[in-house]
């Protein structure tokens, strides 16, 4: 079945013909800017099965992994849609906001909880990860 989702306002829209292969909730300090001051939630996708249409703007930093990270936003209304790490091109992490069905992923990690604010809310039934964890598959 497929797996379809974009951004608010519509211009950007993408499908996979794949499931995810996990799906992390995600402390790090850059997170927290992107998520309004939540974590994100990330569902790692395959870019072989994976298609994307509409305009975004590409925002490239260092994380703090060491990895150099994409960041894509929709030009138009700013959600945040996708990350990518240039060391691991075979994989789209994509923002379950942004899914037409965000009860189709659900966590089953929370990472970079040594980030995270103290009035956070981690949910205590999963795994934590203090950082970074080994990479998805
Ligand atoms: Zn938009
Ligand atoms: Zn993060």
Same mark, same amino acid.
């Given at each position: 079945m497929t797996w379809t989702g974009g951004c608010l306002c519509g211009a950007v829209r993408w499908e996979s013909e794949a499931p995810p292969i996990t799906t992390r909730t995600?402390?790090?300090? *850059?997170?927290?800017? &992107?998520? %309004?001051?939540s974590g994100t939630v990330g569902a790692c996708f395959r870019t072989a099965a994976f298609k994307v249409v509409g305009?975004? +703007?590409d925002f490239a930093s260092i994380a703090?992994?060491?990895n150099r990270m994409h960041r894509r936003f929709c030009s138009t209304c700013g +959600?945040? &849609?996708f990350s990518e790490a240039e060391a691991r091109p075979h994989l789209i992490f994509v923002r379950v906001?942004?899914?037409d069905d965000p009860n189709r992923a659900s966590p089953a990690m929370t990472i970079w909880t040594s980030s995270a604010p103290r009035w956070a809310c981690? *949910? %205590?039934e999963l795994p934590r990860v203090e950082q970074q964890p080994p990479p998805a598959a």
């Open positions: 995600c402390w790090c300090r *850059d997170c927290q800017y &992107l998520g %309004a001051g305009g975004m +703007t703090d992994s060491g +959600t945040p &849609l906001g942004t899914f981690i *949910d %205590a």
